[in-house]
């Protein structure tokens, strides 16, 4: 039958299932007396007051009376002639004791408790104790229906199983009826269990069973996988049912509370649901606003006459809305409000429901019209309330002459910050540049003349904040390099007249909806060959964007992660990887010259060829592979088709919200994360566990901001310094104490990851030829659009150089290939191993010198496909 529950009986009848952690013994009794409790070994939960049943719910256990009788424990008294509560404990593990069906994972995912009511102990009273301990649930059982109510009032059970064999006993029906009447049995499921029925008596109907109150029917089986089966299917159906409704009552009280007014409606606007903040700022009630259609309600006409169907348009595609809108209130006022609706999916991606959040716009004629809805609502204490706290506020918010005038008593806040700075300034903790500069100051006061002003100078430029970004001074004369320099390493924050700076519109941003692909087995015959030389640095990217009808990026992809491996390490379907890759790649604007998703595509290509390699496969681990790759997919997820300087000189939204600070690469992470998780279907990173997710988080989103041009110099050089300087010293057979190249050194690999990455984004210098000039003439062609716009716009015309009328695109390459390109080409190649790129790269620079030697102004490119 398998092993005893560990059972602790307190004097007031309380009785739980438990498993223990020790002996495998299926009945190991002990006795405890009143007082301090011998130490237990296992798992055994000790009864307190709170967790007590009240005495009149029978102590019982299946056959432990028995097993106590035997060892003459029952009725064992203490010094006091007291008799001693026993206490019965199985110290054995369900695993080692229990039937072999005992091996299987427990499926229960909260302490479910169970409520046996049975008049007596028998075979079926037995079957359903043991099931609840095989099954792990927390088991109690009553005689009588007193003892039962008052067991259930105190506990809650989940499950209650009530016999209804044998009715001179007690009535179960009424039982039933009895704990259905108090409020917690809304959320318990009742268990009817009735006598087999001989084969010549038709079976009773359920109808009087369901009227009563009961939930289920369980016809007698005394065998305790019978019972066990029933429990958990009760668990997994109803009682899991329930769970999720008592949640529902928790989302519910929640938004009763909350400040924001929230509206629910069906599909077909009718309103289902508003809360109290909802009903203090229309003024209606809500038994006025259920089961009515908003179209029902009274209009505001201060709103333009194609806002309602825009925002019909948007939500019933599926779309959050979100904007001003006025609406009328009940006594007739129009009050402005920021709302977002948001449409709820379900199955089968049909919208059933729309969640609408109000709030009030902040403006004077609203500050009126809040305090008019707090007198219409009746609500004036909490007004009055409200208005003292804010008004204590305040006065806590004092200036400093407030503080210097409240007297003598009370120190000043001079005399308080003098103890603030000096323990500052005492501190032990130092950045590496203050301990440099400390060792030159030092270092001064016993040099010589010359040496100390050579330190000096050392000092002022130490003291700068860009340590690693070269000074451009007036000796160079190159407009080309100043214009491509200052535009893609500044934040483009540029004065006008004045201290004032332009702003404008924000960039209006498109995304292109694309179709679900088909599967990697059954790519079409074009796409599938031109696939086969992925693996080639020479794969033309631009024939793959052709033939996929401008999404690259998708099958490039799901051949990419399928050779590395990713859906096995993120344990994800191939299904989830194509949504992925099908979402990221819809939001690639297809309309940009050249960040599309093709050079999303091509930057993926290269990280994947450099991942080749043996010493970065030898020093990366497939975290940092699978991180590498999606790093690519996404890092430039959305870009406007302008720079970082043109959306801070325009006063962009999103310039506003990452300060101005790598606002375009801060957005490609961000949004790349948003939509990953917010739907299941793409959500590739949803069955890792949150340690793996966390540290794949952290190094794609590091590895997207370092394409950020402003730290080009700062990545190139500490890659140098740290990887380049050692490795040489390693292969020289210096003595030089330097970290080595490899795994075990985290802070290495984060500077290959940004150096890889890096290489690849602006690898088109190293293609060949063709696909060289192809890139060339895109990114020109972008910069020209921009420097039209920024004419247009009256903004600061960031890259002058890039007029479409003027521009020499030899000059540009040149200039990008000598100032960004060869320094940090030269420090992959020599520790990646890459000649065939390092020839691409001499060869295209003699193309551009040749052609700026015959004073060519402009180059005739190959059309855009």
Same mark, same amino acid.
């Given at each position: 039958?398998?092993?005893? %529950? ?385 008004? =204590? ?131 079409? %015959?074009?796409?599938?060959? @031109? ?127 990452? =300060? ?78 330097? =970290? ?5 050194? %985290? ?20 293609? #060949? ?40 695109? %030899? ?23 890459? #000649? ?24 005739? @490119?190959?059309?855009?496909?």
């Amino acid at each position: 039958m398998g092993c005893a %529950p560990s059972i602790h009986v307190s004097q007031s009848g309380v009785i739980y299932c438990r498993d223990s952690e020790e002996s495998n013994s299926p009945r190991q009794t002990t006795s405890v007396s009143q007082g301090p409790a011998a130490p237990l070994h296992g798992l055994f939960v000790q009864t307190d007051a709170a967790d007590a049943i009240p005495p009149s719910c029978a102590s019982w256990a299946p056959g432990a009376a028995r097993v106590r009788r035997a060892r003459g424990e029952l009725g064992s008294g203490s010094s006091g002639g007291s008799v001693a509560p026993a206490v019965t404990t199985c110290r054995g593990r369900r695993r080692h004791c229990c039937s072999s069906a005992e091996a299987e994972t427990q499926t229960s995912y909260t302490s479910v408790k169970v409520l046996l009511i049975f008049a007596k102990e028998d075979s079926q009273s037995d079957g359903f104790w043991w099931a609840c301990d095989r099954a792990g649930y927390r088991c109690n059982i009553a005689r009588t229906p007193e003892s039962a109510l008052e067991c259930f009032l105190d506990k809650h059970h989940e499950i209650i199983v009530i016999d209804h064999r044998q009715t001179r006993n007690f009535d179960a029906e009424a039982v039933c009826r009895s704990i259905r009447a108090t409020n917690p049995s809304e959320h318990t499921v009742i268990l009817a269990v009735v006598s087999q029925t001989s084969s010549n008596h038709e079976e009773a109907s359920v109808l009087p069973l369901l009227h009563a109150g009961f939930n289920r029917r369980f016809m007698e089986n005394s065998s305790i996988i019978a019972c066990y089966n029933e429990l958990i299917q009760i668990e997994h159906g109803e009682v899991r049912s329930q769970f999720k409704l008592r949640a529902c009552n928790s989302v519910f009280t929640a938004l009763d509370h909350c400040h924001e007014a929230i509206e629910i409606t069906s599909d077909d606007h009718v309103i289902q649901y508003v809360n109290p903040a909802f009903e203090r700022m229309m003024g209606y009630h809500k038994g006025e606003l259920l089961g009515k259609e908003l179209a029902e309600l009274p209009k505001s006409d201060k709103n333009r006459a194609d806002l309602l169907e825009t925002i019909n348009t948007c939500i019933k595609k599926g779309k959050e809305w979100q904007g001003v809108y006025y609406a009328r209130r009940k006594s007739g006022d129009s009050i402005q409000q920021h709302v977002k609706i948001t449409p709820v999916m379900g199955q089968g991606g049909k919208i059933r429901h729309f969640v609408s959040l109000k709030k009030l716009c902040c403006t004077t004629d609203n500050n009126k019209q809040i305090h008019k809805v707090h007198r219409d609502s009746g609500d004036n204490s909490q007004t009055e309330s409200h208005s003292f706290r804010y008004k =204590n506020r305040r006065k806590e918010s004092i200036d400093v002459k407030s503080i210097s005038s409240r007297g003598s008593d009370a120190p000043s806040l001079q005399n308080r910050r003098y103890p603030s700075m000096a323990r500052i300034h005492s501190m032990t903790i130092e950045a590496p540049i203050t301990k440099v500069i400390n060792i030159i100051n030092a270092a001064q006061e016993n040099s010589p003349v010359t040496v100390a002003e050579a330190l000096d100078r050392v000092l002022e430029i130490l003291r700068t904040t860009e340590l690693y970004s070269p000074q451009l001074g007036t000796k160079d004369e190159d407009p080309h390099t100043s214009d491509l320099v200052g535009g893609l390493m500044t934040d483009g924050l540029r004065r006008l007249s004045g201290n004032e700076y332009v702003f404008t519109k924000n960039v209006h941003q498109s995304h292109s909806h694309l179709a679900m692909p088909i599967t990697i087995n059954d790519v079409p %015959p074009s796409i599938a060959q @031109l696939l086969d030389n992925e693996e080639s640095w020479e794969f033309n990217i631009f024939e793959l964007e052709a033939v996929t009808h401008k999404r690259p990026l998708v099958y490039l992809g799901l051949k990419v992660f399928s050779r590395f491996g990713v859906c096995e390490f993120l344990h994800c379907s191939e299904t989830t990887l194509r949504a992925w890759l099908q979402v990221i790649e819809a939001n690639y604007h297809a309309s940009n010259a050249y960040h599309n998703s093709t050079h999303a595509a091509d930057v993926l290509h290269a990280t994947a060829f450099f991942l080749g390699k043996e010493r970065v496969k030898g020093s990366l681990d497939q975290l940092d592979e699978v991180a590498a790759l999606i790093a690519a997919t996404v890092h430039d997820v959305d870009h406007p088709g302008r720079t970082n300087s043109f959306l801070c000189n325009a006063g962009s939204e999103l310039a506003v919200l990452y =300060n101005d600070t790598a606002v375009l690469e801060s957005h490609h992470t961000a949004l790349a994360f948003q939509l990953t998780v917010k739907d299941n279907k793409c959500n590739i990173f949803k069955n890792i566990d949150r340690n793996h997710y966390r540290t794949l988080r952290q190094a794609i989103i590091d590895m997207v901001l370092a394409t950020e041009m402003t730290k080009h110099f700062e990545h190139v050089n500490k890659f140098v310094n740290s990887i380049n300087k050692p490795m040489a010293a390693e292969v020289e057979g210096s003595d030089c104490d330097c =970290n080595p190249i490899g795994k075990n050194f %985290p802070e290495n690999q984060i500077l290959i990851k940004r150096m890889m990455i890096k290489c690849a984004d602006v690898a088109n210098p190293c293609r #060949p030829l063709d696909l060289c000039i192809e890139w060339a003439g895109r990114i020109s062609e972008e910069y020209f659009a921009q420097t039209d716009e920024e004419k247009r716009q009256g903004l600061p015309v960031v890259m002058p150089v890039f007029d479409r009328n003027t521009c020499s695109i %030899p000059k540009s390459q040149i200039s990008f290939i000598d100032y960004f390109i060869t320094d940090m080409f030269d420090a992959w190649d020599a520790f990646a191993h890459l #000649p065939a790129l390092m020839q691409h790269l001499a060869d295209n620079y003699k193309h551009w010198k040749t052609l700026d030697d015959l004073k060519c102004k402009s180059l005739r @490119l190959p059309s855009d496909s």
